[in-house]
């Protein structure tokens, strides 16, 4: 009977199997994808034909490969299904908050050999090297980082006052300025003078940055073990102020259940002023709200009681743990053709000149830039006469953003950061709507529970 | 030799309507074939698949180990468990108060009228028809706090002050339950009003005879005659709410601070936002579990009620 | 207007109607129909009427209800630069296997058992109808890990509309209307054919689907708006946008960079073609619901 059963089952799997295999192999030729290809897409034109020129120019270079092109970005929800069915692209990108999860799941592929073998691990940044390091094996390549800033919106900016003789913002330069900028602005304009996300972990993301600067700290490591620790009255302080955004000062976005991609809608159309954000979404607000670029200036993080810290992050390409040897090596051919590349050739000023035409002319801003990856002062100098003749943006309005003095850097906190950041939107989540909640009370209970729900079980 | 011919002839009989017997068996089995495989794949399989992994270890989504009840210390002992426990039930109360009752009155209400009544039934069914989805994101706009919100602008207009709406831990579960209702209510209103118009008039009169008042005609006359319908989808109000997913995850995503989140979408958060499937499996287990003692419970107790 | 004389006879009756007490009920009850169907159409109305308001107005503190500006022709060209044509082409196609998958499996389930019967399906209609009762969180994780990974052969069902078709095909609810109504025909026809030296498939083709055009109908109409409805399924599995049904898409609308005003033209395109269908069958669709009773 259960062999009959088998029988059966097995001939209809072959029946879906015959659905569900299409991919041809046999070719001579290596076979790798390219994820986050741009997508056919009106906004997307120039982004799109810019990977096919890239793609000529590899198949002219390298006749052996066959690239695939993958429309798929990295994003949370559809990254595992992919991973665990095997689906990744070759080449795919993601954040550097992702790269632990990643890479202690076992869907990154160790490219030491060849980031040893194409210059990488010489020229790039060590600080960036060691967020992808793992037991001296590096999983990934990251290819640009940002740190935090304020975004302003001019638009409001002017229409409530807040602008000099020379029409550039008077930028808060503490914690406590930026709360009455964003009042003013308030009770001028009636939009929103500060906006705060609360979901999506980028509640807790943000947070962190602010408490940092009023001198908390969240995770310690004693004798090996780590401990939650903020519930200091440094981090309730932190809330205090985020609370008294909302109760006190009454300048935050109606809805306070919402992510950082609300910050966007709602800056691009001019429904609030100002926020905090990174370069990377600046495109944004162009592409998918038609935002115009010059009304946007940004500015450094304030400065709090404990310094003036902006946390960093960027993105990284990995390289799918089942790809082969071969296979990578076709990706870092490819990453050479399309600018990523460590050298300093024609070649790669070439595709990097391309890259900035390309969002010159759809009209994205152009100027402001990421902290480059590199340390090679060659390769950053290509990188700088790439861009120049297509800056499209007075960046003066970046001035204070791109001008790192003063500034802590800090990345983000090391263990549990995605549980750490959706514990912390809780915490927000309550502080945002209940007006009589206990800052000191809603993080000692936030303590407890990631205590332990998630360090204790390290 | 007489005999054994006969013998033969009726075994010869015999296995030949055994054959047909077989062979149209054999058909027909055929033609079921594809829906058992798909019960199979689809219903049966997963469930086991489902008790077999929250006891394994998993790695992405593949079993690398066995873990015994870990994965049920871990979850049972999460702090959120407790209120996303708590929670759905809460969302099964407030849908019996707002969900499963007022279909009930609505239902005798409508089938005592003779104006406009299919231009009532048909605004009254029309919700059913916009999806689930459709109707979370409808009301998630509605609901916008602060002045910009339209439901507070007309809150407004009564003088009334502007409200939180789902942002007010307090009001986000009966709100997302009123929008699960907005959609619901209409099918079971027309299911009552169908059993209703079964009911022989003469009933009535005979009640009326007797002097009855109308409350009292409601419950001797009415309630019985749809106390079937009410059992049904009383028990599938439960079950279907028990598992309620897709609207806290469009309208609030479990907030504010998990007041809205439930058992399905911990359970969903643990496979598809923190990578952790089997904790995911050993949630809906659990969740499973809680169910199918519901559901033994209330058909014991209805059992004993008839009974007596 | 209608006359209270036509009124059956029901907890208030016509010669109640002549007190002035029971005709304050009688309206009362009216008035709350009233005050419901606002409660039913009104979000709809809104939704409708915000479609044509431009982006300042929509943004505006406060909202308006009825707009002042109006723009048809922004419908028109947010259809075209979100593509939503593409996502409908998806929808239907989606729908259209699924609704194969009602009629073709289902039906010829709801046939074998309940006019072949063979040996032992008595217990596998058991097995069917008990999954109407299951709670289907359990299987929501393995259900996906089938998909990721089918058993034996190991493929992806990942990006393919065939998840959701294999789910249709798995309907108990569609089996057991499909049962019921075949206990209904009359048994000589089919020993008729059966004389004649039909198969059973040809039984079925020739002589029971003509005569099935009712149920046909109900279960068509029921598993394409369900299809329309989906949404769980094809957000998990379709994870290409280019193959994003609607329901994914204004799902997923909500955190990928649009404009709220034009999130709000999407769900109400996401909700035109359920209601034409519904003011088409209307008919159709409130009977075939409370003759079925159980659906959801």
Redesign the interface.
């Known amino acids: 009977m259960m062999k009959k059963v088998t029988a059966v089952i097995l001939a209809v799997c072959m029946m879906f199997g015959i659905v569900g295999c299409d991919s041809g192999t046999g070719t001579d030729t290596i076979t790798f994808s390219v994820g986050n290809w741009p997508k056919e897409h009106d906004t997307n034109k120039a982004a799109m034909e810019r990977y096919e020129n890239y793609l000529t120019a590899f198949n002219e270079k390298y006749p052996g490969y066959t690239v695939e092109k993958d429309y798929w970005a990295y994003d949370v929800s559809s990254f595992l299904p992919k991973a665990a069915g095997g689906q990744l692209p070759t080449l795919y990108n993601t954040f550097f908050t992702e790269i632990s999860k990643i890479t202690d799941a076992g869907y990154a592929k160790d490219i030491t050999k060849q980031m040893e073998e194409y210059g990488y691990l010489d020229n790039m940044n060590p600080d960036l090297l060691e967020l992808v390091e793992k037991d001296g094996k590096y999983y990934g390549i990251p290819y640009n980082a940002y740190v935090f800033g304020l975004w302003f919106n001019m638009d409001l900016l002017r229409e409530a006052g807040e602008l000099d003789e020379n029409g550039y913002p008077n930028y808060p330069e503490t914690y406590e300025e930026l709360a009455q900028m964003a009042q003013r602005i308030k009770q001028k304009t009636g939009k929103a003078g500060f906006f705060m996300p609360t979901t999506k972990g980028q509640g807790g993301w943000q947070f962190t940055n602010i408490a940092w600067a009023f001198g908390a700290k969240f995770e310690e490591n004693v004798d090996g073990e780590w401990k939650a620790v903020f519930n200091s009255p440094e981090a309730v302080a932190a809330l205090q102020w985020v609370k008294d955004l909302k109760f006190k000062y009454d300048v935050l976005q109606d809805n306070v259940l919402v992510d950082e991609s609300e910050f966007i809608k709602l800056f691009s159309t001019n429904q609030v002023a100002i926020g905090i954000d990174t370069t990377m979404r600046l495109k944004n607000t162009v592409s998918d709200y038609k935002m115009n670029k010059d009304n946007i200036a940004m500015y450094k993080m304030p400065e709090g009681p404990a310094g003036r810290y902006t946390l960093t992050g960027g993105n990284v390409y990995m390289v799918a743990a089942n790809a082969t040897d071969e296979q990578a090596d076709g990706v870092f051919k490819w990453l050479e053709v399309s600018g990523s590349g460590p050298d300093v050739t024609e070649e790669q000023k070439q595709a990097n000149i391309e890259r900035y035409k390309a969002e010159n002319e759809q009209g994205y801003i152009v100027g402001p830039s990421a902290i480059s990856s590199w340390t090679n002062p060659e390769r950053l100098a290509l990188e700088e006469e790439a861009k120049a003749p297509y800056i499209n943006v007075d960046m003066k309005l970046f001035e204070g953003y791109n001008d790192f003095s003063g500034l802590i850097i800090q990345p983000e906190e090391p263990v549990c950061t995605q549980e750490l950041y959706k514990t912390l939107d809780n915490v927000l989540q309550v502080a945002l709507t209940d007006p009589n909640s206990d800052p000191q009370a809603l993080l000692d209970q936030a303590v407890a529970d990631f205590q332990t729900n998630y360090l204790d079980k390290q | 030799m007489e005999r054994p011919r006969r013998a033969a002839g009726v075994r010869e009989q015999r296995r030949s309507h055994v054959g047909r017997l077989v062979r149209s068996n054999f058909s027909a089995w055929v033609l079921l074939l594809p829906s058992i495989l798909l019960f199979i794949i689809v219903m049966w399989r997963p469930i086991l698949v489902g008790i077999v992994g929250s006891f394994c270890q998993m790695d992405g989504y593949t079993a690398v180990g066995f873990a015994g009840l870990d994965n049920y210390k871990a979850v049972l002992s999460d702090t959120t468990f407790l209120t996303a426990l708590k929670n759905t039930f809460s969302y099964v109360f407030w849908s019996l108060v707002i969900g499963y009752l007022p279909p009930v009155i609505f239902a005798v209400m409508l089938n005592e009228l003779v104006h406009w009544k299919s231009f009532f039934k048909f605004s009254i069914y029309f919700p059913t028809m916009v999806p689930a989805v459709a109707a979370s994101l409808i009301w998630y706009f509605l609901f916008q706090p602060g002045e910009g919100g339209i439901l507070n602008m007309f809150l407004g207009l009564f003088g009334l002050p502007s409200s939180q709406w789902l942002q007010n831990p307090n009001l986000t579960i009966p709100l997302i339950v009123f929008t699960m209702a907005w959609r619901g209510f209409g099918s079971s209103t027309i299911m009552y009003l169908a059993s209703l118009q079964g009911v022989n008039g003469e009933l009535y009169e005979a009640a009326t005879v007797d002097g009855a008042g109308m409350f009292s005609k409601i419950r001797h006359v009415t309630l019985p005659q749809i106390s079937g319908v009410m059992l049904l989808l009383f028990v599938k109000q439960i079950i279907g709410v028990f598992q309620v997913m897709v609207e806290p995850m469009t309208m609030t995503d479990g907030g504010p601070n998990n007041a809205s989140i439930s058992l399905n979408l911990q359970s969903y958060n643990y496979a598809f936002n923190y990578f952790q499937v089997d904790k995911s499996l050993a949630l809906s287990v659990v969740t499973f579990l809680i169910l199918i003692v519901l559901t033994v419970v209330y058909f014991k107790l209805n059992k004993r009620v008839s009974e007596n | 207007?209608?006359?209270?004389s036509?009124?059956?006879?029901?907890?208030?009756?016509v010669?109640?109607l002549k007190q002035k007490k029971y005709r304050a009920?009688?309206w009362s009850?009216?008035a709350?129909?009233v005050l419901?169907?606002l409660?039913?159409?009104v979000?709809?109305l809104?939704?409708i009427l915000s479609s044509f308001k431009d982006?300042n107005e929509f943004?505006?503190?406060?909202?308006t209800?009825i707009p002042k500006s109006f723009h048809p022709e922004k419908i028109w060209e947010a259809w075209q630069?979100m593509?939503f044509g593409k996502y409908y082409l998806n929808t239907i196609i989606l729908a259209g296997g699924s609704w194969l998958m009602s009629i073709v499996?289902?039906g010829?389930?709801g046939?074998?058992?309940s006019r072949?019967?063979?040996?032992g399906?008595t217990m596998?209609f058991t097995?069917?109808l008990w999954?109407m009762?299951?709670?289907?969180?359990?299987?929501?994780?393995?259900?996906?890990?089938?998909f990721?990974?089918?058993?034996?052969?190991h493929?992806?069902?990942?990006?393919?509309y065939?998840p959701m078709w294999?789910?249709a095909?798995?309907n108990?609810f569609n089996?057991l209307l499909f049962k019921s109504f075949f206990d209904s025909i009359p048994i000589s026809y089919i020993e008729a054919a059966k004389l004649d030296g039909c198969?059973?498939?040809g039984i079925?083709t020739r002589i029971v689907v003509p005569m099935s055009k009712p149920v046909i109908a109900v279960v068509s109409i029921f598993s394409i708006?369900a299809a329309?409805?989906d949404?769980?399924w094809p957000y998990?599995?379709l994870?290409?946008?280019?193959l994003h049904t609607v329901?994914v898409q204004?799902?997923t609308m909500?955190?990928?960079?649009?404009?709220?005003d034009l999130?709000?033209i999407a769900?109400m395109f996401?909700?035109i073609p359920?209601?034409i269908?519904?003011m088409i069958f209307?008919k159709h669709?409130?009977e075939g619901?409370?003759?079925s009773?159980?659906?959801?």
């Open positions: 207007m209608k006359r209270f036509e009124k059956r006879g029901t907890l208030i009756s010669v109640d009920v009688y009850f009216f709350v129909m419901l169907v409660i039913c159409l979000p709809v809104w939704l982006m943004l505006q503190v406060p909202p209800f630069s593509h499996i289902n010829l389930a046939y074998v058992l072949l019967k063979p040996k399906s596998v097995l069917i999954t009762m299951m709670p289907t969180s359990v299987s929501m994780v393995p259900l996906f890990m089938t990721i990974d089918f058993p034996i052969f493929f992806s069902l990942l990006n393919t065939l294999l789910i095909g798995a108990a089996v198969s059973n498939l079925f708006n329309w409805d949404f769980l998990l599995v994870k290409d946008t280019s329901m204004i799902f909500k955190t990928t960079g649009y404009p709220a999130h709000i769900i996401a909700i359920p209601c269908i519904f209307q669709i409130m619901f409370s003759l009773g159980i659906k959801g």
